[in-house]
Every structure is written in structure tokens, then in C-alpha cells.
């Protein structure tokens, strides 16, 4: 039985405890994604309404996103969580309670959900940073592609649950189900009492993206923490052409799925039908390439990433290639297999480059992008595929990101990245005249 659980979870048990919490609160997330649009669309909403209560929930991130970094980075990190999955337990049990009873109102809902959204914004940040604190170095790409499995598989059971809910209880029921998933990871949070990163430190003999355990922010003023989290970013080139790659996947790529792939499908797959044999071979692939994420160990993780990322900005060709259904999902699951590659490598890159205690911050700046471009493209995709027509739209997004994606690996400091920072001993024995590279230095070493 042993040999069936990754050794990740057997050997880090604060994680593994963290590991179910989560896994329960992102499967009630994935049936939350698919019962709120019905449950507005069930107090009379339409189809304006669904999208005003969905952007009540991303605005909250577009605003507070950076202060959940500089707030990570000075607090302890699983409490920031705790309040966090609490506040959200909040928010889904009021929902379900105004559903259930029929008292629920657009505005109502729009509301909540703005609530969440802050919720989300400080959470996201934090759980990025708490994993090199749980986990040593050399163990977080595992870790991340276990939790990354549990996102893929959600996008593949979530909706599934979500339907058999909806249709026995209601989209108050299937709220209700959230509400308490979030009540279980809080009580995980709680459990685990505090968390310094020593353990992690001492087991990777101080190397990583640790950078002296419990080692909180200065305090120097919002403003000032921010910059110094911008700098961050700024004087390593791995991460910020990173970052510009990863907003061109979402800017470029993701309207294909969300916008565009629905419609063609409307218009010649035959519908929602075929649709969701698409997105579930995605979904498929994305679990595959998580699972490929824990067995493989490249040497150079970011470089393996980009071509990862050049994969999957195979998309939107993909779904524009007028090719029978089932030879879409078959190449849709190979893309998947390079979303997950790419963002479990970028994600425990981070981790292990960053100094932990500006981590937080570094990641609310990645979440930033990520969040708030991504509407951009999304709002653009209709238009220009009605000036052009959709396949033109689909073909010109692929040629666009997949030389974007290449073009990191034109860049020393990405294909040059370790996978993980120079042990101490190694730092000590290392050229030079004797003199040991801190974790700092390190860090700065790799731009």
C-alpha cells in the first residue's frame, strides 16, 4: 500500500495533510465554477448577470493581489490561509443559504462574490510561498506536480459532481458542497501549527528557495516592500520574460478555449456535446503531464518549459484545424500534457530560486498578469474573430504565441537555470578564493 502513496507524502506529513485539505477544497471549487452560472441563471438571471457576478469575483484579484503578496511576506503564511479558506466557507454558506431558501438576488450573489474574490487574492500568493516551508528543496517539484495532478483531475470529475448536484439538490446544494470543502482545508491549516521552514532547511543543508526559514519582511511601508518584490522580479531575466510569456499564453492562447472553441463547436462540432469531450481529453492529457512532472528531473527546468509552453500554444491551431472531433481531443490532450509540464516547472522554479522571503510577493506579481490580462483577450477575441472569422483568429493566436514561447529559450538565463541552488558545501568548494555564496547571491546569480 505504501508503494501506491508518493514518497512526498509519506516522508513531508505536514504536506500530505495540506495535500488533502486542498485536494478536497479544489474539487469543491471545480463544482463551484459550474453551479454558479446556474444558480444565477436560476433566480432569473441572464446571460449579462452571469457575467456580472463572474467579474464581481476577478476584480477583487485585479485589486488586491499585491497586498496578498506583501501581507505573505510578512505574516505567517498558513494563518493568512486559514482566514482566508474561512472568510470563503463564509461566503458559499451565505450563497447556499440565499439559494435554498429562494431570497437569493443578482446583486446578492454579485456581492459575495466579491468577497471571495478578496478571499482568493490573499490565498493565492500565500500558498505559493507556505510550500518551500513544508517541503525541502529538492522534493517541491514533486509536490507542486501532485498538486497540480489535483487541479487537472478536478477539471475532469468537477464538472462531473457538479452535474449529478445540481440536478439532485440544486445549485444551492452544490455551493453548500464548497462551503464545506473550504471548512476541511481550514481545519487542516489549523492543524498545522507553526511553520518556520527549519525542517526544510536543515534537509537540504540550507540550500533553496528557504533563505533563512522563518525570516519575515522587513517592515519598510507598503509601497516599499512592493518595489522590493518588483526588483525582484526585475533583475532576474528568467522570471520577468517568464512572466511576459506566461501573459502571452493567457492573453493569446486562453480566449481560444473560452470564447472561440465554444462557438466553432456550436457551428460545426454539433455542440456542447463534442465540446466536452474536448476539454475532458485536455483535462486527461493535463493529469499525464502532471504525472510526467514527478518522474522527470530535468536539468535545466525552465528550458524544458518553454518548449512545454510552445505546445501548448498549439490550442487555438488545433480547435481552428477543421480536423474530426476526436482528432481535436487527441491533440488537445497533448497540449494539455504541456500545460501542466509548464507551469508545475515554472511554478517549483520560483519556489526554489526565489528567497522565501519575498516569495509571496514575487508570486502575487505572476498572479497579477496572469489575472489581469487575461480579460484583455477574452473581450478582444470576438471582434477580431468577427473582422477575420474564427479559423483565421485561431491560426493568427498560434502564430503569434508559439514563437513567443521559443523566444525564451533564446535567453541565457532561462535555458541556463538549474534545477535546484548550489548546495552549501558546494558553494564553499566552489571557484573563488574560498568565499561561500549565500542564498541571497545565489539567487542573484542565476539572472
Given at each position: 500500500?505504501?508503494?501506491?502513496?508518493?514518497?512526498?507524502?509519506?516522508?513531508?506529513?505536514?504536506?500530505?495533510?495540506?495535500?488533502?485539505?486542498?485536494?478536497?477544497?479544489?474539487?469543491?471549487?471545480?463544482?463551484?465554477?459550474?453551479?454558479?452560472?446556474?444558480?444565477?441563471?436560476?433566480?432569473?438571471?441572464?446571460?449579462?448577470?452571469?457575467?456580472?457576478?463572474?467579474?464581481?469575483?476577478?476584480?477583487?484579484?485585479?485589486?488586491?493581489?499585491?497586498?496578498?503578496?506583501?501581507?505573505?511576506?510578512?505574516?505567517?503564511?498558513?494563518?493568512?490561509?486559514?482566514?482566508?479558506?474561512?472568510?470563503?466557507?463564509?461566503?458559499?454558506?451565505?450563497?447556499?443559504?440565499?439559494?435554498?431558501?429562494?431570497?437569493?438576488?443578482?446583486?446578492?450573489?454579485a456581492?459575495?462574490?466579491?468577497?471571495?474574490?478578496?478571499?482568493?487574492?490573499?490565498?493565492?500568493?500565500?500558498?505559493?510561498?507556505?510550500?518551500?516551508?513544508?517541503?525541502?528543496?529538492?522534493r517541491?517539484?514533486?509536490?507542486?506536480?501532485l498538486?497540480?495532478?489535483?487541479?487537472?483531475?478536478?477539471l475532469?470529475?468537477?464538472?462531473?459532481?457538479?452535474?449529478?448536484?445540481?440536478?439532485?439538490?440544486g445549485?444551492?446544494?452544490?455551493?453548500?458542497?464548497?462551503?464545506?470543502s473550504f471548512?476541511?482545508?481550514a481545519?487542516?491549516?489549523?492543524?498545522?501549527?507553526?511553520?518556520?521552514?527549519?525542517?526544510?532547511?536543515?534537509?537540504?543543508?540550507?540550500?533553496?528557495?528557504?533563505?533563512?526559514?522563518?525570516?519575515?519582511?522587513?517592515?519598510?511601508?507598503?509601497?516599499?516592500?512592493?518595489?522590493?518584490?518588483?526588483?525582484?522580479?526585475?533583475?532576474?531575466?528568467?522570471?520577468?520574460?517568464?512572466m511576459?510569456?506566461?501573459?502571452?499564453?493567457?492573453?493569446?492562447?486562453?480566449?481560444?478555449?473560452?470564447?472561440?472553441?465554444?462557438?466553432?463547436?456550436?457551428?460545426?462540432?454539433?455542440?456542447?456535446?463534442?465540446?466536452?469531450?474536448?476539454?475532458?481529453?485536455?483535462?486527461?492529457?493535463?493529469?499525464?503531464?502532471?504525472?510526467?512532472?514527478?518522474?522527470?528531473?530535468?536539468?535545466?527546468?525552465?528550458?524544458?518549459?518553454?518548449?512545454?509552453?510552445?505546445?501548448?500554444?498549439?490550442?487555438?491551431?488545433?480547435?481552428?484545424?477543421?480536423?474530426?472531433?476526436?482528432?481535436?481531443a487527441?491533440?488537445?490532450?497533448?497540449?494539455?500534457?504541456?500545460?501542466?509540464?509548464?507551469?508545475?516547472?515554472?511554478?517549483?522554479?520560483?519556489q526554489?530560486?526565489?528567497?522565501?522571503?519575498?516569495?509571496?510577493?514575487?508570486?502575487?506579481?505572476?498572479?497579477?498578469?496572469?489575472?489581469?490580462?487575461?480579460?484583455?483577450?477574452l473581450?478582444?477575441?470576438?471582434?477580431?474573430?468577427?473582422?477575420?472569422?474564427?479559423r483565421?483568429?485561431?491560426?493568427?493566436?498560434?502564430?503569434?504565441?508559439?514563437?513567443?514561447?521559443?523566444?525564451?529559450?533564446?535567453?541565457?538565463?532561462?535555458?541556463?537555470?538549474?534545477?535546484?541552488?548550489?548546495?552549501?558545501?558546494?558553494?564553499?568548494?566552489?571557484?573563488?578564493?574560498?568565499?561561500?555564496?549565500?542564498?541571497?547571491?545565489?539567487?542573484?546569480?542565476?539572472?
Amino acid at each position: 500500500m505504501g508503494a501506491l502513496i508518493p514518497e512526498v507524502l509519506r516522508t513531508e506529513r505536514r504536506f500530505a495533510r495540506l495535500f488533502v485539505g486542498q485536494s478536497l477544497s479544489v474539487l469543491g471549487d471545480r463544482v463551484s465554477f459550474v453551479a454558479l452560472p446556474f444558480a444565477v441563471l436560476s433566480i432569473g438571471g441572464s446571460a449579462a448577470d452571469v457575467g456580472l457576478v463572474t467579474a464581481a469575483g476577478l476584480l477583487p484579484l485585479l485589486v488586491f493581489t499585491l497586498a496578498g503578496g506583501v501581507w505573505a511576506d510578512r505574516m505567517p503564511r498558513q494563518w493568512i490561509m486559514l482566514a482566508s479558506d474561512l472568510l470563503r466557507c463564509a461566503v458559499q454558506t451565505a450563497a447556499a443559504v440565499l439559494l435554498l431558501t429562494g431570497t437569493a438576488r443578482v446583486g446578492l450573489l454579485a456581492l459575495l462574490m466579491a468577497v471571495f474574490g478578496v478571499a482568493d487574492a490573499f490565498f493565492l500568493p500565500a500558498s505559493t510561498g507556505l510550500l518551500p516551508l513544508l517541503v525541502p528543496a529538492d522534493r517541491l517539484r514533486e509536490a507542486n506536480a501532485l498538486r497540480g495532478f489535483v487541479q487537472s483531475t478536478g477539471l475532469v470529475v468537477g464538472p462531473a459532481l457538479a452535474g449529478l448536484l445540481i440536478a439532485a439538490v440544486g445549485p444551492g446544494g452544490a455551493l453548500a458542497v464548497d462551503a464545506a470543502s473550504f471548512a476541511v482545508s481550514a481545519a487542516v491549516l489549523a492543524r498545522l501549527g507553526t511553520v518556520d521552514g527549519t525542517a526544510a532547511a536543515a534537509t537540504t543543508g540550507g540550500a533553496g528557495g528557504v533563505d533563512g526559514g522563518a525570516e519575515r519582511a522587513e517592515r519598510l511601508g507598503f509601497l516599499a516592500e512592493l518595489r522590493v518584490g518588483w526588483q525582484q522580479v526585475r533583475s532576474r531575466t528568467w522570471v520577468w520574460s517568464g512572466m511576459l510569456a506566461i501573459a502571452v499564453y493567457h492573453v493569446v492562447v486562453l480566449p481560444s478555449v473560452f470564447v472561440l472553441g465554444p462557438v466553432l463547436a456550436e457551428r460545426e462540432w454539433g455542440g456542447a456535446g463534442a465540446w466536452t469531450v474536448v476539454v475532458i481529453a485536455f483535462g486527461l492529457g493535463s493529469i499525464v503531464g502532471d504525472v510526467c512532472s514527478y518522474r522527470l528531473k530535468p536539468a535545466r527546468p525552465m528550458a524544458v518549459a518553454a518548449v512545454a509552453m510552445a505546445v501548448a500554444s498549439c490550442q487555438a491551431a488545433i480547435i481552428g484545424s477543421g480536423a474530426p472531433v476526436w482528432v481535436i481531443a487527441a491533440l488537445e490532450a497533448v497540449t494539455g500534457v504541456g500545460v501542466s509540464l509548464c507551469f508545475v516547472l515554472w511554478e517549483t522554479s520560483l519556489q526554489v530560486h526565489i528567497p522565501e522571503r519575498v516569495l509571496s510577493r514575487v508570486s502575487s506579481y505572476d498572479h497579477l498578469i496572469s489575472v489581469a490580462l487575461m480579460p484583455l483577450g477574452l473581450v478582444l477575441a470576438g471582434p477580431l474573430s468577427d473582422s477575420l472569422g474564427v479559423r483565421p483568429t485561431l491560426f493568427g493566436m498560434t502564430v503569434f504565441a508559439v514563437p513567443a514561447a521559443l523566444t525564451l529559450l533564446a535567453l541565457p538565463a532561462v535555458r541556463h537555470l538549474p534545477a535546484s541552488l548550489p548546495s552549501e558545501s558546494e558553494s564553499e568548494s566552489g571557484a573563488g578564493a574560498g568565499a561561500g555564496v549565500g542564498l541571497g547571491s545565489a539567487a542573484e546569480a542565476v539572472v
